[in-house]
Nanobody, 126 residues
Framework: QVQLVESGGGLVQAGGSLRLSCAAS????????MGWFRQAPGKERDFVGG????????YYADSVKGRFTISRDNAKNTVYLQMNSLKAEDTAVYYC???????????????????WGQGTQVTVSS
């Protein structure tokens, strides 16, 4: 099992940047593909992007492509979400999640992720 704790959320003006971190504890972090999701009030939890176990492959939702970057440091058991050019519509609780499901990132769905953090709030003021 793996336990996940997100940090780095906060209030930022539109056009600004934030970097979220997700620290993992437990066994074999490098075995997991990692994903970032977000959930705005009254809406479903949406996929933001993912990174393969090695960090060599990433995939992003169209809504964040070119603005967000996911990376991981397996030596530090941490995955990051760098968010640039933030917009008001990026406001949400952001969650990191881990999966052992062996599928290409583009085919992974929310139900494939068995381990979740508690979430961190990101608020973008316009």
């Amino acid at each position: 099992q793996v336990q996940l704790v997100e940090s780095g959320g906060g209030l930022v003006q539109a056009g600004g940047s934030l970097r979220l971190s997700c620290a993992a504890s437990g066994r074999a972090f490098s075995s997991y593909a990692m994903g970032w999701f977000r959930q705005a009030p009254g809406k479903e939890r949406d996929f933001v992007g993912g990174v393969s176990w090695s960090g060599g492959s990433t995939y992003y939702a169209d809504s964040v492509k070119g603005r967000f970057t996911i990376s991981r440091d397996n030596a530090k058991n941490t995955v990051y979400l760098q968010m640039n050019s933030l917009k008001a519509e990026d406001t949400a609780v952001y969650y990191c999640a881990a999966t052992l499901v062996q599928l290409p990132l583009v085919r992974l769905r929310l139900a494939d992720f068995g381990y979740w953090g508690q979430g961190t709030q990101v608020t973008v003021s316009s």
